[in-house]
């Protein structure tokens, strides 16, 4: 098994499952308060292809160092966004920067791990 099939896993399943099949409720909510309420449906089915991108980008091994701070950076802004915005709506509430801090190790350690190998 691959060093990144786990995070491609995240990626994908966040994207195609949470958002643009609509299974967790939240994410749409979560986008309606930091974007638009008016076409919050639409934007997070865009995030949600976003995140099959980046499962694909994390899949194909192309560009990785660009790759992993793409991530990082992404999941810094988004989840210090939700946790200023819309804190009452994250699962985990204001933990949710320790799992998203958590992730971030993930996929930073994963590389460090894969240049060696």
Not at 5 to 14: A, C, K
Request: hydrophobic share 55%.
């Amino acid at each position: 098994m691959s060093l990144s099939q786990p995070l491609l896993v995240v990626w994908f399943v966040n994207g195609l499952v949470c958002k643009v099949l609509g299974a967790v409720p939240r994410h749409e909510a979560i986008v309606a308060r930091i974007l638009d309420h008016d076409y919050a449906h639409h934007l997070m089915i865009m995030i949600g292809l976003s995140e099959m991108v980046m499962a694909a980008w994390v899949w194909s091994g192309k560009w990785k160092k660009l790759n992993v701070w793409t991530q990082i950076t992404l999941v810094a802004v988004m989840n210090t966004l939700e946790s200023l915005i819309a804190q009452d709506l994250l699962l985990w509430s204001r933990w949710n920067l320790v799992w998203a801090g958590v992730f971030i190790s993930i996929v930073y350690f994963n590389h460090r791990v894969s240049k060696r190998i």
